[in-house]
């Protein structure tokens, strides 16, 4: 998983989700792709594929693609009322102040990552802890899994992101990161990706247990 998640930091470090799509074919029929396009999840690679909307509606339900390929979802939320205190950051193990869960259906589990000048780093993830997260805050238990995450940053809140969000944290702070401690370029670069994400986002309460649609 981590030699994956390298590729995909590269992938979008490469190919930012505004950038120009510069005659970037689907991955799946060759049709090219404006600059704003979805990503499918290739599994058991674990790998992201550009997909034109043609290629999206074809995989935009459950059994489509035989369990070999997952949509990524659209929706993204930041989560009011998120509560995750230093003893509950602790318990969880997320050992820096940005991490991502993502449930792994392969591996029965939530697994934790984090980003850093080197690409995304596994962390172990206490499990109880994570089953407490979720009781406290029910919106979690509607994650769908490997291609939704839930997005923690102790300066800019909680959010529930399609994966590829994820590595496009990832890719940036990797590429602006300087020095033994980031430096400033980098913090400017994550607060302006929270800003943005923002404006992409809906604002729900954690303790929300409904299902919203993706």
């Keep these: 998983?981590?030699?994956?998640?390298?590729?995909?930091?590269?992938?979008?470090?490469?190919?930012?989700?505004?950038?120009?799509?510069?005659?970037q074919p689907c991955a799946m029929c060759g049709e090219p792709l404006p600059a704003t396009h979805r990503h499918l999840l290739e599994l058991p690679a674990r790998e992201l594929r550009c997909a034109c909307r043609a290629c999206q509606v074809l995989f935009d339900h459950a059994a489509a693609g035989g369990g070999h390929y997952r949509l990524l979802p659209e929706r993204r939320r930041r989560l009011s009322g998120f509560a995750l205190d230093q003893p509950a950051w602790a318990r969880l193990r997320a050992p820096v102040r940005t991490v991502f869960l993502v449930p792994d259906s392969a591996a029965a589990e939530v697994v934790q990552f984090y980003p850093s000048p080197?690409?995304?780093?596994?962390?172990?993830?206490?499990?109880?802890?994570?089953?407490?997260?979720?009781?406290d805050h029910p919106v979690l238990a509607h994650l769908q899994p490997d291609v939704e995450?839930?997005?923690?940053?102790?300066?800019?809140?909680?959010?529930?992101?399609?994966?590829?969000?994820?590595?496009?944290?990832?890719?940036?702070?990797?590429?602006?990161?300087?020095?033994l401690t980031g430096g400033r370029e980098v913090r400017e670069r994550v607060t302006e990706f929270f800003t943005a994400l923002?404006?992409?986002?809906?604002?729900?309460?954690?303790?929300d247990d409904s299902r919203s649609p993706a």
Excluded: K, N
Excluded at 149 to 175: E, M
């Design 1 to 23: 998983m981590s030699g994956l998640l390298r590729r995909l930091a590269a992938q979008a470090r490469e190919h930012p989700p505004q950038a120009p799509a510069q005659e």
């Design 118 to 135: 080197a690409g995304a780093v596994r962390a172990a993830t206490d499990q109880p802890a994570w089953a407490a997260l979720c009781r």
């Design 149 to 179: 995450a839930l997005l923690v940053d102790q300066d800019h809140g909680a959010w529930t992101v399609p994966v590829d969000d994820c590595y496009a944290l990832v890719g940036t702070i990797r590429t602006h990161w300087r020095g």
């Design 198 to 207: 923002g404006g992409r986002a809906v604002t729900v309460p954690a303790a």
